[in-house]
């Protein structure tokens, strides 16, 4: 499928994004930031705010960047405080070394590296940090694992849960962007995350995933249905809330 159809897909379903998306794991986020010189931190691709949010909880100098209207308007609306500005991985609207860590959660892969592999570099501080961030589900649990073979790729995709994650970004930087000739090796980490949900809440966030919101709506109905019907059987998810079972897995390097 065109990667820029499904990367533009998000707006159409900014409202649902923010309220069903997970935030991430707090130890995942300091360890992003470990080795970054300062405290400046560009949001990079921030969506609704969803790693925004975890940045200002933490204090820090957050400016978060954009490009969808309808999902910068929702990250507007629930951090008022946040400089939010818009913008792509591509065109970052910000001055040279300005910042000295670039995050990115659950967009990293969106972005087209070979153009803004230069960018990022351009805006960080000598020695900055690059990290991705991703919420993935841990199928090491079999329950997980059977969601996954019923939900299909459209709603549970590369990068969705732990073992697509592990082989889908083990050499991200240096397949797509040569990235290697501005920054250093690549390290990776996955911190124990999880959320709430209910099955309809569970369905509802599935349903934000961008397979899904290109998926014509007759194939969506029936792809939600059945995972709607399997989670009523299941005794983990059937009655009440229950915790979805996460990791927030990380990928940095280090601005050379």
Known sequence: MDDELLRSSFGAAATAYAEHRPDYAQAAVRWALEPAPGPRVLDLGAGT??????????????????????????????????R?????????PLPDASVDAVLAGNALHW??????????ARVLAPGGILAGLWNVMDDRIDW????????????????????????????????????????????????PHGQRRTADSLVATLATRAGMLVMAEKERDATLGRIRAFLGK???????????PMLTGVLRVQRR
């Open 144 to 191: 997980v694992s059977a969601l996954e073979r019923v939900s299909g790729s459209a709603a549970i995709g590369p990068r969705d849960t732990l073992s697509s994650w592990r082989a889908a970004t083990a050499d991200m930087f240096v397949a797509r962007a040569g990235l290697d000739t501005r920054f250093g090796s690549p390290e990776q980490a996955e911190f």
């Open 49 to 82: 705010g969803k790693l925004s949010a975890t940045l200002v909880e933490r204090g820090t100098d957050v400016v978060a960047v954009e490009p969808d209207p309808a999902m910068l308007t929702e990250l507007r609306r629930a951090l008022p405080t946040v």
């Open 111 to 120: 972005f087209d590296l070979a153009v803004a592999g230069a960018e990022i």
């Open 234 to 244: 299941r005794s983990e998810t059937a009655e009440g809330e229950f915790t979805l």
């Open 84 to 92: 939010a500005l818009p913008g792509s991985a591509e065109s970052i």
